[in-house]
């Protein structure tokens, strides 16, 4: 496994989540419980976006895949909204050895094979964002329980007032991609179809 190299985090809550991250991924929540609705699902974007800018960090992509483009392809894809804005809003930050972070909002599942991570918003057309990059070294990351189960490679759901994610490792030998150990023991890790974790 290559050695990853850690970027500046140059908000609040970007820093926050890098700090969890690093400590354990378990979102506590904060205070989140005593927040009105739409601050708490503001923070919840922010800390799902943070959460894909740290995953970037534990992957490994093939050489002719890394070394192809001078920046890391974050692509959004799905439904609108609190989370691909606050993964737009990761453009231009420092990332994995060197390369800064280059936002691009998809319209269609082809495009997608330009992508180093794909960002799937809500559930409209998932299964055919994640066919079109099913066997390519992209990794998909999915707003919801059970992405992952369904061709996907990492899910983020809430669990009471935390924030985890669940990581398909047949998906990411499909893609061709080397999750770190770190993040593996910190996953709950699922099937295709049969979603058996540990």
């Not at 994995?96 to 599942?109: A, N, W």
């Not at 918003?121 to 990794?139: D, F, H, I, Q, Y």
Request: with cysteine.
């Amino acid at each position: 496994m290559r050695k990853l190299h850690s970027g500046r985090r140059s908000t609040a809550n970007v820093r926050r989540a890098a700090l969890v991250l690093a400590a354990g991924l378990a979102i506590t929540g904060g205070g989140l419980g005593q927040a009105s609705a739409q601050s708490r699902a503001t923070d919840e974007s922010a800390l799902k976006a943070a959460f894909v800018y740290n995953f970037a960090k534990y992957t490994d992509w093939p050489d002719d895949v890394w070394n192809k483009s001078p920046k890391l392809r974050l692509c959004t894809a799905g439904e609108r909204g609190g989370f691909t804005q606050t993964v737009a809003a990761l453009e231009g930050k420092p990332a994995v050895r060197g390369k800064e972070v280059e936002v691009r909002q998809l319209s269609r599942p082809e495009d997608a094979a330009s992508c180093h991570i794909l960002v799937i918003a809500g559930r409209t057309k998932m299964a055919e964002w994640t066919r079109g990059v099913r066997s390519l070294p992209v990794l998909t990351v999915g707003d919801g329980e059970g992405f992952a189960t369904n061709a996907g490679l990492i899910g983020l759901y809430a669990e009471g007032e935390k924030l985890k994610f669940e990581v398909n490792q047949e998906a990411a030998h499909r893609a061709g991609l080397r999750l770190s150990s770190q993040l593996l023991k910190l996953a709950r890790l699922v099937r295709d179809e049969q979603g058996e974790g540990r």
